[in-house]
């Protein structure tokens, strides 16, 4: 495997994904956020995007931590689904 740009390199993923964004975040538009929970291969894909959060998603956010928690403990198989907080 290889990939010449690091958006190559999305079509190759196939593990299980969690991916979260920060409505609120000036770094990451939307847009990208978008376009790689669309591109990647996994069947098991989730994408959460949550209010009043900015880039530093970690930060003083119980809720975020308790989303990996979970995602990390009980992985759902073949779920794919955006999930608006």
């Known amino acids: 495997m290889g990939c010449k740009e690091k958006q ?8 299980p994904t969690l991916t979260i964004h920060g409505k ?35 930060r003083n956010h119980q809720d975020v931590k ?3 928690k ?4 009980n992985t759902p198989n073949n779920t794919k689904e955006t999930i608006n907080l």
């Open 8 to 15: 190559d390199c999305i079509n190759y993923i196939t593990c």
């Open 24 to 58: 609120d975040d000036t770094i990451v538009p939307s847009e990208s956020t978008e376009y790689v929970y669309n591109t990647i291969k996994s069947k098991t894909n989730i994408l959460y995007n949550i209010k009043n959060v900015t880039h530093d998603c970690f």
């Open 66 to 68: 308790d989303i990996i």
């Open 70 to 73: 979970e995602f990390l403990v």
